[in-house]
């Protein structure tokens, strides 16, 4: 292992996009870590000291130190390994944009992608269309560049990509037709995945993310 | 004005303690800005056009340009007026640390602080626990440390203090001693008021927030 990139550990889980932004970005750099994957439910002693406020993956541990949440351990590959690959702008109001854009993501459409597949009724409803609000808004965000911060891969393209693995669950339990409404995002998706090797190696085959959710349904009882 | 400061209007609502932290951030750089105050119930064109995903304060409008959600017009402020009082340490570890406590206070503390005031019965009991917690692991972080950050006020610092402004009400609200149980963070609190002109400058009164906080209790109806 090279000195100057240190010990990287990531704690992770195959299936969550948040581990995935974190893979991405260290793909991105081109550094080698260590990948470790946590059985959720019966969550390593090193996860828990690592996390011990969160106790949640993804977890990047560099050189003994950990950092926890995804958005934060993205920011901090980016600030360690500065010279190769930024994810952000060197201009104050893009990055702030690019920070505006990643946190809407984490608040709005993992919120509601979630009451997708773990909910019935009025909220599924609900968390429909507010859903497909979250991806229009997104969809007129990016417009016609090819990535989200324009010509090149950054910060919001490593925040949303690891959702579209999740689109085939989203589509189906909350019978949407994204392919359909948002066109820009899914010819984005295949431009990510097409032009970066950090992306296409990084992300699991979206049957395989599928089935776990269709898993996930029948722990939770709302599927038998 | 100031040519390098150009054009600072802050979108704001005097009790917010999201608005508290990009006015504290505003001083501790020494820009002059203009203040709007928002009408919550009836927010002005500017704010729904400034901020249309949200549609909250504050918004900071620089040269026309808006940036929106509080801890991003921190970090904005830091990196647009960046020769003076900077907010975070230059080495990454730090940087990552400060933003993972920012974080927490957004997700946790003030998420759960709102139940403190706004619910009964058994949720009011699961929020006081760990709103409690939640400042006990902040009394925790905190630890001898004058600031956060260590010697200098800071990100994590400009994040928590509008929280101090609040006290009464969680405290009254809540049932809680937060003065007995947390010592270091009320000492810390008044060693911001006392040492940092943009604090003690910028926090309105805590028996105003209180009373705003009980008039919004009779709005709600949980308090007559």
Redesign the interface.
């Known amino acids: 292992m090279a000195k100057q990139e240190g010990e990287v550990i990531l704690l992770d889980f195959w299936a969550s996009m948040f581990g995935m932004r974190a893979r991405i970005a260290l793909a991105e750099k081109g550094i080698h870590y260590e990948y470790r994957e946590e059985d959720l439910k019966n969550k390593s002693q090193l996860l828990l000291e690592s996390n011990p ?1 969160h106790k949640k993956i993804p977890v990047l541990i ?1 050189n003994g ?1 950990p ?3 995804s958005s ?2 993205v ?2 590959i980016d ?2 390994w500065k010279d190769k690959a930024p994810f952000f702008s060197s201009d ?2 893009a ?2 944009q690019a ?2 854009w990643a ?2 993501i984490d608040k709005k459409l993992y919120m509601t992608g979630r009451l997708l597949y773990s909910t019935k009724g009025e909220e599924h409803e609900a968390a429909r269309k507010e859903f497909m609000s979250c991806l229009q ?1 997104l969809e007129g965000e990016l417009g016609d560049k090819p990535y989200f911060g324009g010509e090149s891969f950054g910060y919001v393209d490593i925040s949303l990509i690891p959702f579209y693995t999740w689109f085939q669950a989203y589509e189906t339990y909350g019978n949407l037709a994204i392919k359909h409404e948002c066109p820009k995002l899914i010819a984005w998706a295949k431009r990510c995945i097409q032009n970066k090797e950090s992306v296409s190696k990084t992300l699991p085959e979206l049957e395989q993310v599928f089935g776990f959710v269709q898993q996930m349904r029948k722990k939770i009882g709302i599927e038998e």
Chains 1, 2 share one sequence.
């Open positions: 406020v560099h130190k950092v926890s949440e934060i351990i920011q901090y600030e360690v104050p109001y990055r702030a920070r505006f946190d809407f808004l």
